[in-house]
């Protein structure tokens, strides 16, 4: 079954520290990955996607995500982590069903807890 | 630009009633879809729409139907509410399955 796990319900990381959030994929074929953020009462928010090139992907608020295809990882960083960074975060992976529609299927979420 | 714009922002039901819950987004995606946000369980899909038209099921369609007579509009029906249904539902759409979805703020829907 094609699905994205992420293994970690939250994670604490001081301010100033970096942080990384934990992604790992099952798909056929090539994975198109993306990563939302959430923050309290509020939609998601689209942080960054992977479609194919380098394995190193920039996005939005300092945020980037390193795609590694022989772990089928998509690991979310940032070099230093913001208490304003503390909101709910989503990795989320296309796959295509045999009517050949895609769609977005979404992991449970890791909550990102930034201390001062 | 609106954006994705749901309605209501919060709904309580008693079980049995049924109701609508409105999308509509005005950036001429193609793409819609609902879904749902329950605790420790994700977002999970109900429906989906590709264009006007066209919907197919998502991973928990039960108990709704969609339908998607124009582009801007993804209203999201619930036949009988059942006290399951309780959760937070979003809207998103996109112009593109590999382009990154716009969320709607989403409905808090509680089942008495």
């Known amino acids: 079954a094609q699905s994205v796990a992420q293994p970690e319900d939250q994670v604490n990381v001081a301010e100033g520290n970096p942080l990384t959030v934990k992604c790992t994929y099952s798909v056929s074929g090539n994975p198109y990955l993306f990563w939302y953020v959430q923050y309290p009462n509020r939609g998601l928010q689209f942080l960054l996607k992977y479609i194919t090139g380098d394995n190193l992907v920039k996005g939005s608020y300092g945020f980037e995500a390193e795609f590694n295809k022989s772990q089928t990882s998509f690991h979310l960083k940032k070099p230093s982590a913001l208490v304003s960074d503390s909101a709910l975060y989503f990795c989320?992976?296309?796959?295509?069903?045999?009517?050949?529609?895609?769609?977005?299927?979404f992991g449970a979420g890791t909550r990102l807890a930034v201390h001062p | 630009n609106a954006g994705v714009t749901q309605t209501p922002k919060f709904q309580v039901l008693k079980t049995g009633q049924s109701m609508t819950l409105q999308c509509a987004q005005d950036?001429?995606?193609?793409?819609m879809s609902w879904y749902r946000q329950d605790p420790g369980m994700g977002l999970r899909l109900i429906h989906y729409s590709v264009g006007a038209g066209i919907t197919d099921q998502g991973e928990v369609p039960n108990g709704y139907n969609v339908s998607r007579s124009t582009t801007e509009d993804f209203p999201l029906r619930l036949l009988s509410a059942a006290p399951s249904q309780t959760s937070v539902y979003f809207c998103a759409s996109s112009s593109d399955p590999v382009g990154g979805y716009t969320f709607g703020s989403g409905t808090r829907l509680t089942v008495v």
């Open positions: 950036m001429n995606h193609e793409y």
């Open positions: 989320a992976v296309r796959v295509s069903n045999s009517g050949g529609y895609n769609k977005l299927i």
